[in-house]
């Protein structure tokens, strides 16, 4: 197996830089809208055989280095028993929120085995399939963003209700917070336990908060997370706060083996700041694959260079590769980084 | 007149911190929505005397150190012979998106006596009304925001089309911004004439640019206005670059006299690294309003605290007042900033 990106994610010695692109399975493949155009999003994410198909796709089209498991975030909230919808264009919605303290009571913890067994089962075929290539990532959301889609009902603007419960019911948000934490913690033991060799989690809207908030409202729920992942196996832990540049000195405590970084943050600095103890994972700005290809490659050098001091580096987008994207460019991503950094073809 | 903004913005000895607050003439003021149900947002930026009236609303009502002409940053674009409209919920809508050579060619630079002289009239007639008040600040839109509207045609998650453009056809990306900083040029110059008393230019997606795109393709432009308005106007100018805590290095080479924070950064880093030579203004958050009084004035001193070593201060929101925040929240944060910086009552 490939295993370039598990031991850069540890500080450990590569031969090149490796690179995975976040939504690597996604809608800017045809391959995958083939896949997708016969069931709901929902329906893809709950169908091992499918979910691991198009997880699977990326490798062979675009020869990253490593598998993110496809699913969403939100999937151990429905679990929760709440109702999750996904409208075109809108995104998700979960049409009853989070806001008193009884709909915070009813919450329930899933038992991942029995509630959420359809992605257990896809890790589970993905490492027979994947074996010999490249290894799995599994992941989740980090407990601040799932709270602000229960809190909002949805995707926001200003996550005025969020910071509403945040500021003036700070015990409810606490019982919240908790009850989330308990159901990602269970969730990401048993995505390793079913065989998952990393686990990425994603603090999508971390950067709303201001970096005191971040502190007490937001990071002690990821440290409680990974300090419990950390007792009971060794997969590394990658922590991607997105928007995080003001929180990396937060970030950096977190106990993750990897920070992520979007593209807003010089990567140079931001592994200075990081420091020689953590490897860090980015970033380049997802619209900058649209780039003719000299300019695309150089950018790619830039990042390179600029993470030459960090532990370990793992290349890859700052956020999610956009949907209109043409699969060519990103070709030109991967194939960048693995030359540049001394990949022999 | 209650010089101490201007003070402050120049960096000359102030008594007391001043503060306003972005939109702060806005719809959390009830006796704004009394206004606004007579006629649409577009039709109140228009009527010289109501936008004047709710210009002035939170002066009297709240106390505040500086009055912020009622307006928006779309107004001049639509000036520039586009069709401009708001949907409730959306947003603006520009129905006509600005993608090609064509549509960029036919945009016109407008005179502002004749095409915006609603807007002058308003400023006019606040200065007669402020006379014995508070400084009147007038603004724009930068013009890498501005662009942002035309070339998505209105609010965006991703500026996908906005760095597609930047991307893969520069040439047009540059005439499209050479337009609207001409444009943007003429009109603050005219609000100086007016009797505009500060100018703020608002980059609200200024964040949503890696650094280096950010010197690049939205920069530039912002310094050229602000060199423009030097020859002519001795008048403070105010650059907020919103999200913008990884531009700073770059932000303080844009000749405003200050530079607006958002509240993701803590305001004694960002002092620090702007240095001896510019005032800052900012930077709770604004749902922070929300907080009981003895942690919101936690939050002021704070922030009062963090700024002790700035040329000066200006005390602001991070980010527009939210529609939701009572007005008697709003006044508990106004009074915070003059009873914790010294002013006698």
């Known amino acids: 197996m490939n295993d370039t990106f598990l031991k850069a994610c540890r500080g450990e010695k590569v031969d090149y830089t490796p690179v995975w692109m976040m939504r690597q399975a996604g809608r800017y493949l045809p391959e995958y809208q083939e896949v997708r155009s016969k069931l709901t999003f929902l329906e893809l994410c ?43 264009k809108i995104g998700p919605v979960f049409p009853d929120p989070v806001r008193d303290r009884q709909s915070v009571d009813r919450l329930i913890i899933p038992d991942p085995e029995e509630h959420l067994n359809f992605v257990l089962e896809t890790i589970r075929i993905l490492r027979r399939e994947l074996a010999e290539k490249v290894p799995l990532i599994g992941f989740s959301g980090a407990p601040f963003t799932l709270a602000t889609y229960l809190i909002e009902g949805g995707s926001s603007k200003f996550f005025f209700e969020t910071k509403k419960m945040m500021f003036t019911a700070p015990d409810l948000y606490t019982s919240l917070m908790d009850k989330i934490t308990e159901c990602t913690s269970v969730y990401l033991k048993a995505q390793a336990a079913a065989g998952a060799q990393a686990l990425q989690i994603f603090d999508s809207w971390a950067g709303v908060l201001a970096p005191g908030d971040f502190e007490r409202y937001a990071l002690p729920y990821v440290k409680t997370i990974i300090a419990d992942l950390k007792e009971t196996t060794d997969i590394p832990i990658i922590y991607f706060a997105n928007n995080g540049a003001t929180l990396l000195d ?28 953590i490897s860090v994972q980015g970033n380049l700005d997802p619209s900058a694959l649209l780039l003719p290809e000299p300019q695309l490659r150089e950018r790619v050098a830039k990042i390179l260079a600029g993470a030459a001091k960090a532990r370990g580096h793992i290349c890859n987008l700052g956020h999610g590769i956009h949907q209109f994207t043409p699969p060519s460019q990103a070709k030109i991503f991967i194939d960048a980084v693995h030359e540049l950094s001394g990949k022999s073809s």
């Open 46 to 88: 709950k169908t091992p055989e499918l979910a691991a198909e198009v997880t699977i796709q990326p490798i062979d089209i675009l020869g990253v280095d490593a598998a993110i498991l496809f699913s969403d975030i939100l999937i151990p909230l429905e679990a929760m028993d709440l109702t999750l919808e996904f409208h075109e």
């Open 250 to 277: 937060q970030s950096k405590t977190s106990g993750a083996d990897v920070l992520g970084l979007d593209w807003r943050v010089d990567i140079a600095k931001a592994v200075e700041q990081i420091g020689p103890d």
